[in-house]
Each structure stands twice: as C-alpha cells, then as structure tokens.
C-alpha cells in the first residue's frame, strides 16, 4: 500500500453498516447486535486522505486504495500471452497496529474473530501456514484468538486476520474475566463465553471497501 492514509471518523451511517454485518454473523455477532450501545459508538476508518468523504460512505465499494504496479505479477500462458495478477491493496498493517496497541493495555484483553467460512476439522487449519491461529470451535462455528500475550507478535496478529477474512470479517476487542481465562487455553468456547465476550467488547471490527480496509466502533465514553 503506497498511498498517504489517514484515520477517518464516519457518521452514523457506518453504525448501519456494522449492524447489517453483525446481522450476517454468527453467535459472537448476535450477540454483539444486541449490545445498547451500539448507536452511541464511534466509527472510525482508514483511507487515503484524498478519498472524498462521499466514496468513504460507500462501505460495499472497492477503489479506494491505489494499485502499487511493483506487487503486480505477470505470467506467460502455454499460447505465449501474459496474464497480469494485481494483488488487491489492503490496510492490514493498520489494523495490526491497533490490535497491538489494545492488547497491550491490559493482561486480560483478548481479540476474538469469527471465521464466515471455515468449519470444524477442516483440513486447511491444519496447514503450516496456518497452524499458528489459536483456533476454539463453537458447534459448528470457528473463532480465533488473540491474547495480551500475542501483543508482539505481529506474524500472528497478521496471519490470524488474513485467516478470518472472508466475504465477511467480524471482530471484537474485548477482555477476559480471572475466571474466563482457561477459555483461552480451550480448543472450544461455549456460548456463556461468546456472549461475555460481547458484553465486554470495547471495540468492533468489520470489513469494508471490500475487503480494503476496516471500520472500527468504539464504545462510548463512561
């Protein structure tokens, strides 16, 4: 990503745009749709700094992020022709900024994501380059895990969003109770715990711009 970003605050239509996605969800994202909060939040994004604020509005719409020809990869066919493959930008390393920063506060803060695509015993979260995501299972739902002990670990951090994304990313920075904390050493979750973990989220993440960036709820002020 080459272009100049800048952290954007958005309106309450991007709060419409977090439910409708909470409502595509699973467990962890009806529980967070239920949260009263939700509407007094803070949204906030991450674009380039000429992208107009009616194109940040466009929460389903792509373009924002310029295309860097340096990660283009060119590739000769059997007939001779070149096939062009430009990797969609992304402001992922933003994201794993934040992430970073929150889980550092406090030792109990934890980041859960929901995985929209994945199912139990899949073989893929089996693969190397995947066997680093702290994986729990929820019947038939998959979420990964970070810990405040991940804070350093930006190869996790990354490797765990680039694993939850899908057609829809879902997430919450959220924090764990003394007595929650062997949920994180569990290969499964159960719902009490999903909706703890909603309960105490003090951030939301959702994908947007398909699949370019990020919209992140705060909640309000106490």
């Not at 272009?3 to 309450?12: F, I, N, T, Y």
């Not at 590739?75 to 992304?90: C, I, L, Q, V």
């Not at 893929?124 to 998959?142: H, K, M």
């Amino acid at each position: 990503m080459n272009d100049v970003c800048a952290e954007l605050h958005l309106g309450p239509e991007a709060v419409n745009y977090i439910r409708d996605c909470l409502a595509n969800g699973k467990t962890l994202a009806r529980y967070l749709l239920e949260r009263p909060d939700l509407e007094s939040g803070t949204v906030t994004t991450f674009l380039p700094s000429d992208v107009s604020e009616e194109a940040a509005t466009q929460f389903k719409w792509g373009g924002k992020l310029k295309r860097d020809p340096a990660t283009f990869v060119y590739r000769t066919e059997p007939d001779g022709s070149t096939t062009r493959w430009e990797p969609k930008p992304n402001t992922d390393p933003w994201l794993v900024s934040i992430l970073q920063r929150f889980l550092r506060g406090r030792a109990e803060r934890v980041c859960v994501f929901e995985n929209e695509l994945a199912s139990p015993g899949d073989p893929w979260l089996s693969l190397p380059r995947w066997d680093i995501l702290q994986t729990a299972i929820f019947e038939n739902e998959v979420y990964h895990l970070l810990s405040n002990r991940d804070a350093e670990n930006e190869e996790r951090i990354l490797t765990t969003i680039k694993g939850a994304n899908a057609w829809l990313f879902i997430g919450a920075m959220t924090s764990v109770s003394k007595a929650s904390d062997l949920a994180l050493e569990a290969d499964t979750v159960d719902d009490e715990v999903l909706e703890m973990f909603a309960q105490r989220a003090e951030k939301i993440v959702v994908g947007a711009y398909d699949g370019e960036s990020y919209l992140i709820w705060s909640k309000p002020a106490s």
